[in-house]
């Protein structure tokens, strides 16, 4: 790769370690090929997630407008000064990622200008192209020349994206609200976000967990350990936030502790060693 492709996809990569040190840790397990596109991957979404949810007092509508004009012109010239873009029109050229995907989570990033709350249709569709999409993106990568294996494999990694992403809206389920005047999870406000409603949603949340593990268990070995790992995160995330009530939960994001991190990560490896996982 030349100079400029190789400096664009150490911005990205930069974006994603600033933004999610647990999904980060858990993608420095795969090849360096393969990190490279997904690092291409998610500096592109974060940059149009930040255009929606932080961009305040800015011209968020247009601005995301261009930004999604630019990253089709992008993809079909194969270049674009924008580093971020240059990156995912490589993943997505060299990948063969399907542009259905793309204009997915650009639906999805479009009804966060406008609603600020769901019903269930809204809902699902909204995970489905903000986050089910981006699963289905990494799997690409992972499986650019088995289409079979891919498809396979498609409903288990939806189901992770669907599972981190209720992660995230339970973590920020207060700054949603407060920063951005959004709720997300269906029929909900704060004024009824009870220990009965929190249950129910980390059951469905709980549920989205078990229905990905067996598609990580099938996942090549080279990608196995890595999306394992990220996948110990976020569930550690749900274990952290059952303990919680609703008041606090409300009050503060959830993390984990970097020792924490180290021995999930130290248990994940064993477990790759042992043969289960």
Known sequence: MDLYSITSLEVSKTITKAYTSSFYAGMRLLSREERKAIYAIYGFVRVADEIVDTFHGAEQERMLREFKADTY?????????????????????????????????????????????????????????????????????????????????????????????KINFLRDIQSDVDERGR??????????????????????????????????RKLRRRVRLGVYLAYRYYYQLLLKIEKLSPEQLLARRVSLAKRNKILLLLKSIIRFRLGLI
């Open 73 to 165: 012109k992008a993809i079909e010239q194969g270049i674009s000064t924008n580093p971020v873009l240059q990156s995912y029109q490589w993943v997505v050229n060299s990948y063969c990622i399907d542009m259905r995907l793309t204009d997915s989570f650009f639906a999805s990033m479009e009804m966060d200008l406008v609603v600020d709350s769901h019903d269930s249709e809204s809902y699902n569709q909204y995970i489905y192209g903000s986050a089910e999409v981006v699963g289905l993106m990494c799997l690409s990568v992972f499986y650019a020349h088995d289409r079979e294996t891919y498809q396979e494999l498609t409903p288990y990694a939806r189901k992770l994206g669907e599972a981190f992403q």
């Open 183 to 216: 709720v997300y999870f269906p029929g909900m406000d704060l004024q009824n976000f009870d220990q009965q409603t929190k249950r129910a949603i980390e059951k469905e949340v709980k549920s989205d967990f078990q229905e990905a593990l067996p598609g990580i």
